[in-house]
């Protein structure tokens, strides 16, 4: 590449030896010279003649410059020379400041209690509203309530003849819904203890579930590649979202369009028209299974995570945002994020990764520790989620375990630095 007013190597003439100029003496002021060996004297320098020079520098002695060539050629070099200085050096360059926002410090997470009891994993998560007590599901197929405060047990409830995958706690009724691998979805009354309604129609197993904010809608997503959703009340379905091509494994839904979201094994990401039954729009930017998905409790924008990369998008028209920095490199089967912006992310191989919400930095790793008398195979994280305070996270493994966690009130800027290098390059796909 030439620089301008820089003449190539072929142009630049000769230069002439001191014994062949007029009158010159034998020794020659010292140069910036670089030289170039031509064609023919690459295999023997010392044959040649005169090497090809190439000044990269002013020279030390202002009346060296005469001796590069003829008088006649000099004043043009000379202008190429300074042309070229302008352009040679990036030490001389501004430096721009990265646009990438700086993540927010946030105190890191520490384990503070662990909950045995189930006696097969623990799949499946919900909190209930007023924020008193939890349930969870688990392959041994029955769903526990327990108490947030204490983590004491409060009931064992029976009725699902396969693992609890789905659970979900109405904000509107005395509801609580569960759905598994046996096709199953009901609907518990909480006051009696008991299913008041059961929704048939999965021709599957029901991997997900979520109950809509202000309608008396239900909807659930399995194997059978369809979300489906029913009417509460009258047990009836009321559409089955049909287009992807493998199992539905997330969901989400919110007020305002689109009010629902699915994930699937297919990677992609659909947003569904509820008036109508039909898709609003795709997501094809993963490529690998979308097994979790976390609506921002605040900002109107949503993270999904894959085996490849945890992405944001916008929310109502599903822009892609940027990916989170770092990648966890397993597959990420849950997924959850704080009014604070801390997203925690949990993984087959029971690493747990916390995140900042607007800069995607991963500040801290932890490794979950199997129960005692667990193999090591038996770290994984199925399911996870903040409580309505967002001030304590609940995990549930596959040791039968669940485990809480809370921040560290001890951890300041000061003993725990934010170690944060901005993106030199973002992928954007």
Same mark, same amino acid.
């Not at 190429?80 to 360059?93: C, N, V």
């Not at 646009?99 to 105190?107: C, G, I, S, T, Y």
């Given at each position: ?30 140069? %910036? ?15 040649s ?25 000099s ?38 209690r662990?909950?045995?009891? =189930? ?40 009725g =699902? ?50 109950? =809509? ?32 091509? %493998?199992?539905?494994c ?17 990677t ?11 898709t ?15 609506? =921002? ?16 998008? %916008? ?79 609940v995990?549930c ?33």
């Open positions: 590449m030439e620089y301008k007013g820089m003449k190539s190597a072929t142009e630049i003439p000769r230069a002439v030896p001191s014994s062949a100029s007029d009158g010159g003496s034998q020794t020659s002021a010292p140069s %910036n010279v670089l030289a170039l060996t031509g064609p023919d004297d690459s295999r023997n320098p010392q044959k003649g005169v090497p090809n020079a190439l000044v990269i520098g002013p020279t030390p002695q202002s009346k060296g410059i005469n001796d590069v060539g003829p008088p006649g050629k004043t043009a070099l000379i202008s190429g020379i300074k042309s070229s200085e302008r352009y040679s050096t990036s030490a001389l360059m501004e430096r721009i400041p990265s646009k990438w926002p700086r993540p927010v410090w946030h105190a890191p997470w520490k384990q503070y662990v909950i045995s009891g =189930h006696l097969g994993w623990v799949r499946s998560i919900a909190f209930d509203p007023s924020n008193t007590w939890f349930c969870t599901g688990s392959a041994d197929r029955t769903i526990k309530i327990w108490d947030i405060g204490s983590g004491r047990l409060k009931l064992t409830l029976t =699902h003849i396969e693992q609890v995958r789905g659970l979900a706690v109405s904000q509107r009724h005395t509801y609580m819904f569960s759905a598994g691998d046996d096709k199953q979805v009901k609907c518990w009354d909480l006051e009696q203890n008991k299913v008041v309604r059961s929704y048939h129609g999965h021709l599957s197993g029901v991997y997900c579930l979520a109950v =809509h904010p202000t309608i008396d809608l239900l909807l659930t997503g399995g194997r059978d590649s369809v979300c489906r959703v029913w009417d509460i009340r009258s047990k009836v379905q009321a559409f089955a979202l049909s287009g992807h091509d %493998n199992t539905v997330s969901v989400f839904t919110r007020p305002t369009d689109p009010q629902v979201v699915t994930g699937s094994h297919d992609t990401i659909k947003f569904w028209d509820l008036r109508n039954g039909k609003m729009s795709t997501l094809t930017h993963h490529k690998k299974s979308v097994r979790a998905m976390a609506l =921002h409790p605040s900002e109107h924008s949503f993270a999904s995570a894959s085996a490849d990369n945890i992405k944001k998008f %916008n929310l109502p028209k599903g822009e892609f945002l940027h990916n989170m920095l770092s990648q966890q490199k397993t597959i990420i089967n849950a997924m959850a994020v704080n009014e604070d912006g801390v997203v925690a992310t949990g993984g087959d191989n029971g690493s747990i990764w916390f995140w900042d919400w607007k800069s995607g930095h991963n500040f801290q790793q932890t490794q979950t520790i199997v129960q005692p008398g667990s193999l090591d195979s038996e770290a994984g994280i199925y399911a996870i989620s903040y409580d309505l305070t967002g001030s304590r996270l995990t493994e596959a040791d039968k375990t669940i485990k809480m966690w809370r921040e560290d009130e001890n951890a300041t800027p000061e003993t725990h630095p934010l170690n944060f290098k901005p993106p030199k390059d973002i992928r954007r796909f």
